[in-house]
Nanobody, 112 residues
Framework: QVHLVESGGGLVQPGGSLRLSCAASGFKFSIYDMSWYRQAPGKERESVAD????????NYADSVKGRFTISRDNTRNTLYLQMSNLKAEVAAVYSC?????WGQGTQVTVSS
């Protein structure tokens, strides 16, 4: 059974950093492309970044380029999203995705 469990969210001050993790289980993680999405209150869910199965073929939403870095460790079955220089507008629930499977999400709040 596919399980995706995000962690690492929380409250951070503007300009701060967070690293989100998505622990995957129940499938062969290393052969699947993975993605991060986010949904802010009252807004549509949007793609943030995606990464190929071998860590290549990385794409970012224009709004996060230069501030977010997606990566993965196939030996640990874990997907990461490093977020830096955070601003209030990035606050949302961040979820990882593998095709039709979603994690439960982790809340990111940016406030002083």
């Amino acid at each position: 059974q596919v399980h995706l469990v995000e962690s690492g969210g929380g409250l951070v001050q503007p300009g701060g950093s967070l690293r989100l993790s998505c622990a995957a289980s129940g499938f062969k993680f290393s052969i699947y492309d993975m993605s991060w999405y986010r949904q802010a209150p009252g807004k549509e869910r949007e793609s943030v970044a995606d990464i190929g199965s071998d860590g290549g073929s990385i794409n970012y939403a224009d709004s996060v380029k230069g501030r977010f870095t997606i990566s993965r460790d196939n030996t640990r079955n874990t997907l990461y999203l490093q977020m830096s220089n955070l601003k209030a507008e990035v606050a949302a629930v961040y979820s990882c995705k593998r095709r039709t499977y979603w994690g439960q999400g982790t809340q990111v709040t940016v406030s002083s």
